[in-house]
């Protein structure tokens, strides 16, 4: 994480009065007039699943995500692909049905992209979305007091790597391709319905390094209760073998900084928290008064999870304490 803000203070500093959200962010948001701002945001990634069609499925639920995040409707999609030459062409095309099936879900129209020859296989979405400026919401809102609120459970990547070496069951590789392949949608609309400061999606830095973000951009502290904390099923299983990502470990030392750890808590608890998500769940920052009413409409929509998992403080700033 500390690698990637050494690669970007590189850039020059963008400042527009139209760009509304810029660097720092899940997506840019750039006002076109005084009802529409365009939000934009690309991602991809190498396969998770052996089935392509599923692939594609998860990568363009993940690539949408960053929409939601910012409380938008994806709009337009193009397709951002890396494949062998010498590869199964039928393949590639499953991959990219799946990303057309999951777009048309979103209501979302694919029109188009770039694709190279790549020895390992990529994909993932280009994407612009709308939001009426002003009503986006950011990673950078959080106030003292706000209720943290995660819509889905953790648990992907240390599910999906278990996969990779043979240790994770049929029925637990199922259930959390389920979970990626979902969309956040209902969880967005809810959170735009009642009204929150701030939100962000967890995909890789893991839900410690994404709730460090926010926590910095909004110049607060946060406090997550790891009881509450909601699991994949099959999850632990696979952390007691020893089953966790390289980027998880990565993950989890990058946050040395930010995080204060309770005694009591594990290794394996600890990990789990920085586990690098894909396609996971959105973290809401909501004003205290009105988490009951979030919480209903998470509830009513059908999201994996609308759990309670902490709150924010007033510091110290970029702090996360951690209790059980």
């Known amino acids: 994480m500390e690698d990637l803000v050494q690669v970007l203070s590189k850039l020059p500093h963008i400042s527009h009065p139209d760009l509304l959200v810029g660097n720092g962010d899940d997506a840019a948001v750039y006002r076109i007039n005084d009802q529409t701002a365009l939000i934009l945001t690309v991602d991809f990634f190498t396969p998770i699943t052996d089935d392509p069609y599923e692939f594609g499925l998860i990568a363009a639920a993940n690539s949408l995500s960053d929409v939601y995040a910012m409380g938008g409707k994806p709009l337009l999609a193009m397709n951002v692909v890396g494949f062998p030459a010498d590869l199964a062409r039928d393949m590639l095309g499953d991959v990219l049905r799946g990303g057309y099936d999951k777009a048309a879900e979103a209501g979302c129209m694919i029109v188009g992209g770039h694709t190279v020859d790549d020895p390992e296989p990529k994909y993932g979405l280009s994407v612009v979305g709308v939001v009426e400026p002003g009503k986006q919401v950011t990673n950078a809102g959080a106030q003292p007091g706000d209720i943290l609120v995660l819509t889905k459970p953790l648990g992907t990547g240390i599910i999906t790597t278990g996969c990779k070496q043979g240790k994770t069951p049929d029925d637990v590789l199922k259930g959390a391709v389920a979970n990626m392949a979902m969309l956040n949608q209902s969880a967005a609309e809810a959170m735009m319905k009642v009204g929150v400061n701030a939100c962000t999606d967890i995909t890789g830095f893991g839900l410690m390094g994404h709730l460090r973000s926010m926590v910095r951009g909004s110049h607060v502290g946060a406090r ?101």
């Open 224 to 324: 997550v209760h790891f009881g509450p904390v909601p699991v994949l099923p099959g999850t632990w299983d696979l952390l007691e073998q020893g089953v966790a990502p390289g980027g998880t470990h990565r993950n989890l030392q990058a946050v040395a900084d930010t995080a204060v750890w309770h005694p009591e808590l594990t290794d394996q608890q600890q990990l789990l928290l920085c586990d690098a998500q894909t396609s996971g769940g959105l973290l809401i920052s909501v004003p205290a008064h009105k988490v009951d009413a979030l919480v209903s409409e998470l509830v009513a929509a059908g999201t994996p999870s609308a759990d309670i998992i902490g709150e924010i403080t007033q510091g110290p700033e970029g702090q996360i304490e951690v209790v059980p």
